[in-house]
């Protein structure tokens, strides 16, 4: 059973920062795509960040990021602890939003971020974000 639990959400003011994270059990997960989609009240869920599981400068991964939070968001993973963490900064007003982590599904053994919610296989709770102005 396949389970993604998201955490490090909560109330920040603008420019603030904050670190969510998302643990995975039941997949393998060195192997798994994942990525960060955010929901913003009264809108549909939106892509936000990705990593592949090999590649990139460290080797540890690729990532892509939406235009939106490129400069201010960091996503890596930890394969040692089955995590990946989205790293938040200078965050706005427009960043409040439901934050969910999602995994690809990893038998498909993909090697690229996909940015549609219908690509993505399994899907945690969610963790709210909150940024006053």
């Known amino acids: 059973q396949v389970q993604l639990v998201e955490s490090g959400g909560g109330l920040v003011q603008a420019g603030g920062s904050l670190r969510l994270s998302c643990t995975a059990s039941g997949l393998p997960f060195a192997s798994s795509v994942l990525g960060w989609f955010r929901q913003p009240p009264g809108r549909e869920r939106e892509f936000v960040a990705g990593?592949?599981?090999?590649?990139?400068?460290?080797?540890?991964?690729?990532?892509t990021y939406a235009d939106s939070v490129k400069g201010r968001f960091t996503i890596s993973r930890d394969n040692a602890k089955n995590t990946i963490y989205l790293q938040m900064n200078s965050l706005r007003s427009d960043d409040t939003a439901v934050y969910y982590c999602?995994?690809?599904?990893?038998?498909?053994?993909?090697?690229?971020?996909?940015?549609?919610?219908?690509?993505?296989?399994?899907w945690g709770q969610g963790t709210q974000v909150t940024v006053s102005s």
């Open positions: 999602g995994a690809r599904d990893p038998g498909r053994l993909y090697t690229y971020v996909a940015v549609r919610t219908d690509d993505y296989r399994y």
């Open positions: 990593i592949t599981w090999r590649g990139g400068a460290t080797g540890n991964g690729a990532t």
